[in-house]
T-cell receptor
Framework: QKEVEQDPGPLSVPEGAIVSLNCTYSNSAFQYFMWYRQYSRKGPELLMYTYSSGNKEDGRFTAQVDKSSKYISLFIRDSQPSDSATYLCAIITGRRALTFGSGTRLQVQP | EAQVTQNPRYLITVTGKKLTVTCSQNMNHEYMSWYRQDPGLGLRQIYYSMNVEVTDKGDVPEGYKVSRKEKRNFPLILESPSPNQTSLYFC???????????FGPGTRLTVT
């Protein structure tokens, strides 16, 4: 079983929609969870990170961790065409390394 | 400007011809690492370095070498590239104790 699994999409939504991006993970001991955004032909950049369970909000973005079901989510409210990118979840695993999901490609249609 | 730079950005080479991809960061970060990104597989770590002269294998180290002689530089060496090393490569760095990694712009390598 992979340590982190993510639906690759692609996901296409109209401008203004609420987007939900999700990952599952295998080890309940993991505590640090991150979301990276990667624009085409660019390197990933950190969007948000959360520690343990609960929600974290930053503008239109909300990261949520449900440790009981080993599920992490990123919600984007009022999605914009500029949000079109690949979103990667990432988890701090052993030896403080980052393990990434395979990424979900999001397209927001104007 | 704080950044991670990689060179070259694009490289087409032939099987067996040694190559080096350079990576440099100007943020005085201790930790540097190399990833490869393949469709459906996401980012996988190749090697990492906790500091100068300290390197260790990541998840997919076979066929790669690294060195860390200076804090700012972390080159990736392919001694005898093979077609299965065709991929998009990213270098990243961060400070010890900080989770945010800064990624370079990527190097697209094609081995024929």
């Amino acid at each position: 079983q992979k340590e982190v699994e993510q639906d690759p999409g692609p996901l296409s939504v109209p401008e203004g929609a609420i987007v939900s991006l999700n990952c599952t993970y295998s080890n309940s001991a993991f505590q640090y969870f991150m979301w990276y955004r990667q624009y085409s032909r660019k390197g990933p950049e950190l969007l948000m990170y959360t520690y343990s369970s609960g929600n974290k909000e930053d503008g239109r973005f909300t990261a949520q961790v449900d440790k009981s079901s080993k599920y992490i989510s990123l919600f984007i409210r009022d999605s914009q065409p500029s949000d079109s990118a690949t979103y990667l979840c990432a988890i701090i695993t052993g030896r403080r390394a980052l393990t990434f999901g395979s990424g979900t490609r999001l397209q927001v249609q104007p | 400007e704080a950044q991670v730079t990689q060179n070259p950005r694009y490289l087409i080479t032939v099987t067996g011809k040694k190559l080096t991809v350079t990576c440099s960061q100007n943020m005085n970060h201790e930790y540097m690492s190399w990833y490869r990104q393949d469709p459906g597989l996401g980012l996988r770590q190749i090697y990492y370095s906790m500091n100068v002269e300290v390197t260790d294998k990541g998840d997919v180290p076979e066929g790669y070498k690294v060195s860390r002689k200076e804090k700012r530089n972390f080159p990736l060496i392919l001694e005898s590239p093979s077609p299965n090393q065709t991929s998009l490569y990213f270098c990243a760095s961060r400070s010890t104790g900080i989770f945010e990694q800064y990624f370079g712009p990527g190097t697209r390598l094609t081995v024929t």
